[in-house]
């Protein structure tokens, strides 16, 4: 782990190495730990640092990329060589775009030091707080804990610097019934490791478990659904991401207009759907720098500054993503691709919209997410892990899985009620009723 | 690799430039040090000495030690512009043990020494004892003999690695060129090559050098009609391979004529690109399927998939037992049904084999990652389900005494576990063609070419799209469809067959991406069967309006 004056240290002393037209430094490291568990017993556990830097030489439109992982000056030196030899030799990039100049990035909320201290001990207590009470209980835990703490640091010949330090933690939990009828799931995400309780959503996952057993078939047809937000979530993310402007303005997205153009400016979902990424939201703090990236919000970074962004305001489609050159051609700002996505919601609670409910079926969790027909954003999958059918305001009996075959799209339409987000799988999403949600056919699985 | 950071090498020329999201560990080279040789094998010897000698004076009973030197190479390109071109190394060596009952591992980058290997022993021996605490019941390891310095290479022709770059981006804007001269808008295309250069050594007294090359020439065709606006895509129906270069030398017996042509074990990219962009055009045209119930005639390139998922999947031990419940999931194929020797899979047609070995196949190694020699096994027999894939710490769970040998890690930095076989359908006995085939069939669909998929984590319910659909009527071929899916149950899918044709239609399809794990890991594996026949199958129709 580097504080930002060690890595602008390091990154100052590559560019002062270089010799190509522009050069561009990324600089990443920390660790990460894991434990794995399954049969009410720790399986693996392992713990990792790395730290890594890559270095891009640019002549004209013609870029070459070398990474190393020793950092003396004889082998910054010789990577920067490395990096600019195989740029003399790689073809020209007709879409290249020069490289930014200095930006202004948010200062971020990515790090607790909470986080930062986990060590093995916390693992395996964190690990014996899920499995021990499923024990007693005389169900199966399999669960899996991973946490990451780590800087990323990017800097180039224009002058460009950024430098960002987060952390993570990544908790999912399933407890099967001995007899193999029930299952439950529960997964939580923070940045703050303080803030999650393993126990707390493993007793989730039991209660879900104990209670799916011995589920009962319905037909498959169109339902009216509370998707909790660990199912919607994929669906919404899988959304999200085929927003790119290019392809629908080439015409292959759900995006590309009849005729040329794109569906920017289009009221295409309810009024109430809301959806925008905040690099500042307390529940959700992300990188300061776009454009992709890997664990640390390093990596593919192309330096553009992730600021607040509005996708879908009231139903109609406000934002699209941009490549730098997709942007420059269609002259218009190069909004780099969301991170963590936002999603409105209200006031209620899960409980308040089964309440609210007359028929509907409750879904924990939707699995194996495929797409159908990009056109439509079509996806197939199916429920999983606690799947109950309301009636009266009531849940009855839990129900036999289903396939779904849905498009994000229609369901955004076919929007009934909206709770009180909270964070799923890097994002925020309240849980969504949801009308003539199309499951169409049953699995036997649990 | 993973199928994430294949994703994002693909999309990085997109993204504009600057630093590929690289697996853990790896570095990018220059394309010459993909044809330097690594270290050599008494060195090798050496570190792995070190390894055992360390983790036994700390009182392991068992350690193997796996040193690994991998490589990539990615061109990546869209219609006349090359947008990528990445060579990956990464170096390292993973040291597993048992200490007091329990596995430890621990791996070391770029280890060149022998106190370098040493110390992850001594690690991976600490961390064994540490887990020893919250263990249930010691380890149980199948005995495995000890083959002494042995030795196996795939048996390519032509390494990929060999092949300067500039012939593989002139192959590719050829290959571009071509759809876009027969009706494709867009296009991108893909060559990804892989050399996992490893080294296998146990205290059973193994020393195995494998040198394993695979190769997967790949692109997306787009074809958009403006009146409609709506756009069609094909992909290649290549297969990625364990081969060489020579993959993209077909000879004619390679090809199989036919309503398209589809390929063995030598692929003509070109040709292949000029007919799905005329079909991707053509789909555009096509009648959108009408639900219900029809008899499948699936080819090879698209039903490696649904064995994949339906067979493969469920016959893995580990997930029979519930050690992925938690992601992957757990099987419906569990051991009371193979206990009672008497569990229907599939008809009497159906023969599933497990094969390690299998020439021109991604699983093929001549050792697996613990040490084990591999083979061919059965999975089922004319329809009965007799056995399962399980690996040296769980083949006691199902009476037998030795290892199956399909134990893989995708990385010495990565623990080795149960993976998937190259679990294939055996070719039908009695001579049959896919033309006979389809004069049997009154009302069906012709599938070519994987598209979408989905199963349940039981492995039950699957959905399954493709690439190319054609309607048969009355045993004759009418046209082509749109708009189709699947779906089925896996046991009354495979019961469902009625027929599977000869060893001649027989080819291997296969994925560079199956995931398995936490953290995940990708496994490479190939699936063969000849053209089969589904009987009664449930057809969606998957056109929406948004």
Known sequence: MLTREEAKKIIDKVLSYAKADETAVSLSGGRTGNIRYARNSVSTSGESDNMSLAITAVYGKRSGTATINEFDDASLEKTVRRAEEIARLAPENPEYMPMLGPQKYLDTNTYAESTAKIDPEYRAKAAFDSIDPCRQKNLTAAGYLEDSTGFSAIGNSKGLFGYNRSTGVEFSITVRTADGLGSGYAARDVNDTSKLSTKAATEVAMQKALASSSARALEPGKYTVILEPTASVELLQNMMGSMDARNADEGRSFLSKKGGGTRLGEKLFDERVNIITDPMNAELPLSPFGGGGGRFGGGGSDGRPQEKVAWIENGVVKNMYYSRYWADKKGVKAIPSPGGIIMAGGTQSLADLIKSTDKGILVTRLWYIRAVDPQTLLYTGLTRDGTFYIENGQIKFPVKNFRFNESPVIMLNNLEALGKPVRAGGHLIPPMKIRDFTFTSLSDAV | MNRRDFTNILGMGTAGLMLPSLPAFSRTVAPE???????????????????????????????????????????????????????????????????????????????????????????????????????????????????????????????????PIKEKVDLLMEVNGAALKNGANYVNSVLFMVNEQKYFASTDGTYADQDIHRMWPLFTVTAIDPKTGKFETRQSLSAPMGMGYEYLQANPSDKITGITTRYNKGYDMLEDVTAAAKQARAKHAAKSVEAGKYDLVLDPSHLWLTIHESVGHPLELDRVLGYEANFAGTSFATLDKWKSKNFNYGSKLVNLVADKTQVGSLGAVGYDDEGVKCKQWDLVKDGTLVNYQAIRDQVHIIGENESQGCCYADSWSSVQFQRMANVSLAAGKTPLSVQQMIKDVKK????????????????????????????????????????????????????????????????LGGSFFDGKGQPPQSSAVSHGSSTTRFNGVNVINTARKI
């Open chain 2, 33 to 163: 040090a993909l044809l330097e040789t690594g270290v050599d094998v008494a060195t090798k010897k050496r570190l792995a000495d070190a390894a055992m000698n360390a983790a036994k004076s700390r009182g392991a009973t068992y350690t193997d030690v796996r040193i690994g030197r991998y490589l990539n190479q990615f061109v990546v390109t869209r219609e006349d512009k090359v947008q990528n071109i990445v060579n990956t190394e990464s170096y390292g060596v993973g040291v597993r043990v048992i200490a007091d009952g329990c596995w430890g591992f621990a791996a070391v980058v770029d280890a060149r020494s022998e106190a370098d290997t040493a110390k992850a022993a001594e690690k991976a021996v600490a961390i064994a004892k540490a887990n020893a605490r919250l263990m249930k019941e010691p380890v149980q390891l199948a005995p495995q003999k000890g083959y002494g310095e042995v030795s196996w290479k795939a048996p390519i022709t032509k390494n990929a690695f060999e092949v």
């Open chain 2, 444 to 507: 069906g669909i012709y599938i070519i070419g994987d598209g979408s998929f989905s199963i349940d984590q039981q492995r039950y319910n699957f959905q399954f799209g493709g690439q190319l659909f054609y309607e048969i009527k009355n045993g004759e071929i009418a046209g082509m469809l749109k708009d189709v899916a699947y779906q089925s149950n896996t046991q009354e899918f495979w019961n469902s067959c009625a027929a599977v044709c000869d060893e001649k239609d027989y080819r």
